[in-house]
């Protein structure tokens, strides 16, 4: 099993900034790859960042330019740089890690950017 915890959440105006970070813990025997979802009200999870063990990082176009993906995979560690933010940024934000073929996801850490 494993477990993720993220941190760094928090009310921010719009233009600010925040870091996410997540820490992986458990069963972790071939960690592939990290990433950082969000969920608005109402709206599905969606796909913000990620990277892989081998340093690849592909970011949504919303992202691109204002967010930064890093990894520390030594220490299954995953972090979101989040520059200029905007309202539309406001959701919950979810770690998952893709672990040996299993995807593990964190409880969410929530994220409010006010205009």
């Known amino acids: 099993q494993v477990h993720l915890v993220e941190s760094g959440g928090g009310l921010v105006q719009a233009g600010g900034s925040l870091r996410l970070s997540c820490a992986a813990s458990?069963?972790?025997?071939?960690?592939?790859?990290m990433g950082w979802y969000r969920q608005a009200p109402g709206k599905q999870r969606e796909l913000v960042a990620q990277i892989t063990s081998g340093g690849v990082a592909n970011y949504d176009d919303s992202a691109k330019g204002r967010f930064t993906i890093s990894g520390d995979f030594a220490k299954n560690m995953v972090y979101l740089q989040m520059n200029s933010l905007k309202p539309e940024d406001t959701g919950a934000y979810y770690c998952r890690a893709h672990v040996s073929g299993v995807n593990y996801w964190g409880q969410g850490t929530q994220v409010t950017v006010s205009s």
């Open positions: 458990g069963s972790i025997f071939s960690l592939i790859a």
